[in-house]
T-cell receptor, first 115, second 114 residues
Framework: GAGVSQSPSNKVTEKGKDVELRCDPISGHTALYWYRQSLGQGLEFLIYFQGNSAPDKSGLPSDRFSAERTGGSVSTLTIQRTQQEDSAVYLC?????????????FGPGTRLTVL | AQSVTQLGSHVSVSEGALVLLRCNYSSSVPPYLFWYVQYPNQGLQLLLKYTSAATLVKGINGFEAEFKKSETSFHLTKPSAHMSDAAEYFCAVSTQGGSEKLVFGKGTKLTVNP
């Protein structure tokens, strides 16, 4: 596709349930990132995938959060046993590689509401 | 570790007036710096980026930013504000060591008054 796409655009869930958020990066982009945007914390880095390298998980807030990237393309962010503080907009971005010169291209985000 | 400080969570200007959004960074290595804009209910869009090629960087929609190492600043400016510039603006710095993860400032919401 022309840009980064994310689904669903909105997700409402009950506390304690698991959720999966999907990201389709720009075709050919080898790097993929997840960020979280919340009122209290601003924009926070969660996890970064680059090609076949081990992902950088340093931003994941707890072991309830995990992500995978299949076939070097689509990524899924999973949040287990959701808590109310997980409510936020989850943004996915992709870029063409290690070179920071190109910048990152962001998707529209998934708004997660945990009741 | 890198960090970014954006001075002023809200900035209000009149249409046609100068826009100045402030960003200061902290980095132990030469930084890559970015400005992103977020329109209501939309994702982030790259406005411009500094990559050490030139200290004055021109971006889209008439915005530009100047990298000042001595002041550790990367302020965003536009000579004449337009109503369509109303949005939230984020300054970001990229980390080093082979990872491009961005560290963002808290954002500045720009209001343009007619």
């Amino acid at each position: 596709g022309a840009g980064v796409s994310q689904s669903p655009s909105n997700k409402v869930t009950e506390k304690g349930k698991d959720v999966e958020l999907r990201c389709d990066p720009i075709s050919g982009h080898t790097a993929l990132y997840w960020y979280r945007q919340s009122l209290g914390q601003g924009l926070e880095f969660l996890i970064y995938f680059q090609g076949n390298s081990a992902p950088d998980k340093s931003g994941l807030p707890s072991d309830r959060f995990s992500a995978e990237r299949t076939g070097g393309s689509v990524s899924t962010l999973t949040i287990q046993r959701t808590q109310q503080e997980d409510s936020a907009v989850y943004l996915c971005a992709s870029s063409s590689g290690r070179d920071s010169l190109r910048g990152q291209f962001f998707g529209p985000g998934t708004r997660l509401t945990v009741l | 570790a890198q960090s970014v400080t954006q001075l002023g969570s809200h900035v209000s200007v009149s249409e046609g007036a100068l826009v100045l959004l402030r960003c200061n960074y902290s980095s132990s290595v030469p930084p890559y710096l970015f400005w992103y804009v977020q329109y209501p209910n939309q994702g982030l869009q790259l406005l411009l980026k500094y990559t050490s090629a030139a200290t004055l960087v021109k971006g889209i929609n008439g915005f530009e930013a100047e990298f000042k190492k001595s002041e550790t600043s990367f302020h965003l400016t536009k000579p004449s504000a337009h109503m369509s510039d109303a949005a939230e603006y984020f300054c970001a710095v990229s980390t080093q060591g082979g990872s491009e993860k961005l560290v963002f400032g808290k954002g500045t919401k720009l209001t343009v008054n007619p």
